[in-house]
């Protein structure tokens, strides 16, 4: 009777904690804001997923600039700049082919994401999640927003 009410426990215990799911890469992170800097850039942290922790980063990155460029960073400080660069509705979709090839990996986009904000510590301890089949990674950056101003208005994706 005794041997049967511990199987039966451990039955139910193992159960248990294999059908908990991790949700870390389901669940929305939003870019927040940290700082702003002289020179007109931003420092945010921002969160990506992917496959791996250097698909996560790429991720990331390109996150920030569009959140910089569409949606403007709600989150985090005040002081922060919190408007989008864009202000047309649709924007994303109506130069979808730029900005597609804007954020393709290795594209045009790093150009404006600087890592130094970032240091050494946080290089190793970045917030990171993981589940079975993924990974979030949040990480400290700066966009640099006026840089990333001129570009559009050189491009004719805003007016000035």
Not at 137 to 145: A, F, S
Request: charged share 30%; proline share 1%.
């Amino acid at each position: 009777m005794k041997k049967t009410f511990v199987n039966v426990l451990l039955f139910i215990f193992v159960f248990s904690v294999s059908a908990q799911k991790k949700t870390a890469g389901n669940y929305v992170y939003k870019t927040e804001c940290l700082g702003i800097e002289l020179d007109g850039s931003q420092t945010v942290k921002a969160w990506g997923n992917g496959r791996n922790r250097l698909d996560a980063v790429e991720q990331a990155k390109k996150n920030a600039l569009r959140d910089v460029i569409f949606r403007g960073i709600l989150e985090g400080k005040q002081d922060c700049n919190q408007k989008p660069l864009v202000f047309e509705v649709n924007a994303q979709e109506k130069y979808e082919d730029y900005f597609n090839l804007f954020f393709t990996d290795g594209g045009e986009y790093r150009n404006f994401i600087s890592l130094r904000d970032e240091r050494i510590g946080d290089k190793l301890n970045r917030d990171r999640k993981k589940t079975a089949e993924s990974v979030t990674n949040g990480l400290i950056l700066r966009v640099l927003r006026s840089d990333l101003k001129v570009k559009l208005i050189s491009d004719k994706i805003i007016k000035q």
